[in-house]
């Protein structure tokens, strides 16, 4: 998680206060994805498959405590809406913990696993892909960061990368194809900062300027003219921004127009969920700016069944755990013997997850389908609806 600024005047302070969301990214340091082969082991199709899900609990925390349960929740939900598919779940604490994650991801090879979905956290994904890899085992983590995919180790987190293909490929559509970015200095922007270059190098649009600034509000204060004069002086169409709601982007989104910034010509893209909470929608810099969502519909099903099952709501990250099974369930169920290795959940046609489709990319990340969304009066507005399938709108 992201903590909020430092030496934040009091409005803002009780503005991010009440918009702090979990944003699951590269908070461990961002080590190299696990060495593991392209295949993976073979099954027998007619028998159980050994599935080992590997969750934070153990940690002390009550964070990690409540989210390795709902994790848990979530996979046992997606097991019981297999069709001729049985998988058998073994659950193993993680603690959060690099070394522990290797130790649990051996001793689930051991008991059998043929596959191993999770941990959470990029060091101990990475250290548990490690562990898998001299197994030939893949692992499916829900990790978003894309510094550990690779080898073995996929990651099921939505991604930087994929949010800024979306939005490019949106923007550029509508004639916005002169681009400025605007990220903080840190490991959050400067990755984000990386995937809305290399989207628009993939895309065909022009990035006209980086304009970069400190993690504080001083920082951002002293860097909103600057951004705002960027923009005429290079003749940009549209300022991507990486800042998240619990964080730099209500300041960001309050001092740009302040400084001249005028979101009316010049709308702001966002790689972050700005409807994570309701306050953002009345930033004065948000107005008429896009960014991107999974399929409503999907995640309001999924939501409204795990309620129903669990009697709470779930846990933002919950989904994951859901979308692995599923992928692992898709795959046993064509009876094929190589079902769980590499080029098997690498299909092109992916798969129905809880919020809409996804597929896993050779490189270890992934691919989902998102809708992309302009604030219009301070309400959310689809203007383009996620694809239900590969090779549609937006893929």
């Keep these: 998680m992201f903590t909020c600024l430092p030496s934040l005047r009091q409005a803002a302070l009780r503005l991010i206060a009440a918009m702090s969301f979990v944003w699951l990214a590269a908070c461990d340091p961002a080590m190299l994805g696990g060495a593991g082969g392209d295949g993976g082991p073979t099954i027998d199709p007619s028998a159980p498959v050994q599935v080992a899900l590997l969750v934070p609990g153990g940690s002390g925390q009550a964070t990690d405590s409540f989210l390795a349960q709902n994790l848990e929740n979530a996979a046992r939900m997606a097991i019981a809406d297999l069709n001729g598919v049985t998988i058998n779940l073994r659950v193993y604490n993680t603690a959060g913990n690099p070394q522990q994650a290797a130790a649990m991801a051996t001793q689930a090879i051991s008991d059998g696993a043929r596959i191993i979905i999770g941990p959470l956290y990029a060091e101990a994904a990475n250290a548990a892909g490690l562990a898998a890899s001299q197994a030939g085992i893949n692992v499916l983590a829900f990790s978003n960061n894309t510094t550990i995919a690779?080898?073995?180790?996929?990651?099921l987190g939505a991604t930087f990368r994929n949010t800024a293909d979306r939005l490019v490929g949106y923007s550029t559509a509508q004639g916005l194809d002169r681009i400025l970015i605007a990220h903080a200095d840190d490991l959050q922007g400067n990755l984000g900062r990386d995937a809305i270059a290399a989207a628009a190098r993939a895309k065909g649009a022009t990035v006209t300027g980086i304009q970069s600034y400190a993690f504080s509000q001083d920082g951002i204060f002293q860097a909103a003219g600057p951004i705002a004069a960027a923009v005429g002086s290079t003749g940009a169409e549209a300022v991507f921004v990486t800042g998240g709601v619990n964080a730099d982007l209500p300041i960001l989104a309050t001092a740009l127009p302040d400084r001249g910034f005028n979101p009316g010509a010049t709308p702001l893209i966002g790689l972050t969920r700005w409807n994570a909470a309701p306050q953002a929608l009345s930033l004065p810099?948000?107005?008429?700016?896009?960014?991107?969502?999974?399929?409503?519909?999907?995640?309001?099903?999924?939501?409204s069944r795990y309620t129903a099952t669990y009697g709470e709501a779930p846990h933002p990250l919950a989904g994951l755990a859901y979308d692995g099974i599923a992928a692992v369930g898709?795959?046993?169920?064509?009876?094929?013997r190589d079902?769980?290795?590499?080029?098997?959940?690498?299909?092109?046609?992916?798969?129905?997850?809880?919020?809409g489709i996804f597929r896993f990319l050779p490189n270890g990340t992934n691919e989902r389908g998102l809708a992309v969304a302009q604030i219009r009066n301070n309400q959310v507005v689809i203007v383009?609806?996620?694809?239900?399938s590969f090779g549609g709108a937006g893929l």
Excluded: K
Excluded at 292 to 301: H, R, V
Excluded at 340 to 352: C, V
């Design 150 to 155: 690779g080898g073995n180790v996929f990651v």
């Design 285 to 303: 810099g948000l107005q008429g700016g896009y960014f991107a969502l999974p399929d409503q519909g999907m995640s309001a099903g999924f939501e």
């Design 330 to 336: 898709a795959l046993v169920a064509d009876g094929n």
């Design 339 to 355: 079902a769980l290795t590499r080029a098997a959940l690498t299909q092109r046609s992916g798969f129905q997850g809880t919020s």
């Design 384 to 388: 383009d609806p996620a694809p239900r």
